[in-house]
């Protein structure tokens, strides 16, 4: 069975502080990787994909990179927090081939920036 | 570009009674494909319902929706309510197809069911 973890549950930070937030998928060879973002009071909006290892497609630009330094692991980071980063984390993979794209979610990361 | 609007940002309901959240897209594609994935409170959010094809009812634990392309629309359904549905369900819209299609999401509708 394909298991997603995402580190760390939470995370409180310090302004101009650095970030850097894991996402892990066991069990499932080559998946589609997302990251999705959820401000306070908004909706969950795209931020990355991936379909590949060391291949990383940006949806919105929040000052936020992405990496896939593992066919199974996507890491999302910043050297610079801004008070607007706060939010919902959220890893997703779906299944390569699948037209639908039906996502799998991890359980995801609060991270209070202050 | 797409949107997916959900009205209700809070809905209360009496265990027992029948439960009707509201989706309504937009979207310059002709092939829309529409899901309902449902959070609950410290688990991941998962994919509950999906459907591209119009006018056809899709159903999954209970929950029923119908996609209608003349009127936009992919209301979930229920016809009676559990307290175990009390839950953040969200509505999203696969824009285009491929591995990087995007899913836009609407904000959300808290379902609190009480007893």
Redesign the interface.
């Known amino acids: 069975a394909q298991t997603i973890h995402q580190w760390p549950v939470a995370e409180i930070k310090a302004v101009g502080s650095p970030l850097s937030l894991g996402c892990t998928i066991k069990g499932k060879s080559s998946p589609n990787l997302y990251w999705y973002w959820q401000a306070t009071g908004g909706t969950l909006q795209q931020l990355f994909y991936s379909i590949t290892v060391g291949q990383v497609e940006s949806v919105v630009q929040l000052n936020l990179s992405a990496s896939r330094p593992k066919d199974d692991q996507f890491i999302l980071s910043t050297e610079k927090l801004l008070l607007s980063h706060s939010g919902f984390y959220l890893c997703a993979w779906s299944p390569l081939g699948d037209s639908q794209n039906t996502l799998y979610f991890g359980a995801g990361t609060r991270l209070s920036v202050l | 570009g797409d949107s997916?609007t959900q009205k209700e940002g809070l809905v209360t309901l009496t265990e027992g009674l029948p439960v009707m959240l509201n989706c309504t897209y937009q979207t310059i594609y002709s092939n829309a494909?529409l899901?309902w994935?449902v959070h609950y409170l410290?688990?991941?959010?998962?994919?509950l319902l999906?459907s591209?094809t119009d006018n056809k009812r899709t159903e999954h634990q209970g929950f029923h929706a119908t996609l209608h392309k003349s009127s936009s629309s992919f209301h979930l359904q229920k016809s009676s309510a559990q307290l175990s549905d009390s839950a953040l369900y969200?509505c999203?819209l696969?824009n285009s197809?491929g591995?990087?299609?995007?899913?836009t999401?609407?904000?959300?509708t808290k379902l609190s069911v009480k007893s």
């Open positions: 997916v494909f899901f994935y410290n688990e991941s959010p998962r994919l999906k591209s969200y999203a696969r197809g591995s990087n299609a995007k899913l999401f609407g904000k959300g």
